[in-house]
């Protein structure tokens, strides 16, 4: 078994057609989400390939999507039009709807 001399060079490896570029992910879920859960291995490892990854859900998933390592962003406070005078849970939300419309 040899050992590598320092002045040389490791073997060519080719190059990329273009670099990689960093990208932006979003992930929305509303109150209803169900399959939030088996995003975040796809959002842990969009960050582990360098790219930024984002979630627009509600204040009770907020922990567990840190957690994960991307960006929380409320869904309340981002759409404030959708809830302005309304509750924002879904039940709430629901009987709002259900007044505003008569029902």
Do not use: W
């Not at 360098?50 to 957690?67: F, K, M, N, P, T």
């Amino acid at each position: 078994m040899s050992l590598a001399s320092p002045t040389e060079q490791p073997p060519h490896q080719p190059e990329l057609p273009h670099p990689p570029r960093k990208r932006c992910f979003a992930f929305i879920f509303g109150f209803a989400a169900g399959h939030i859960n088996a995003s975040f291995p796809v959002a842990r490892r969009l960050l582990k390939l360098g790219h930024e990854v984002h979630y627009l859900s509600r204040e009770q998933r907020q922990l567990a999507i840190e957690d994960a390592g991307a960006v929380f962003h409320s869904e309340i406070q981002a759409c404030p039009e959708l809830y302005d005078g309304r509750e924002p849970d879904a039940f709430g939300a629901t009987y709002s709807l259900l007044k505003e419309m008569d029902c």
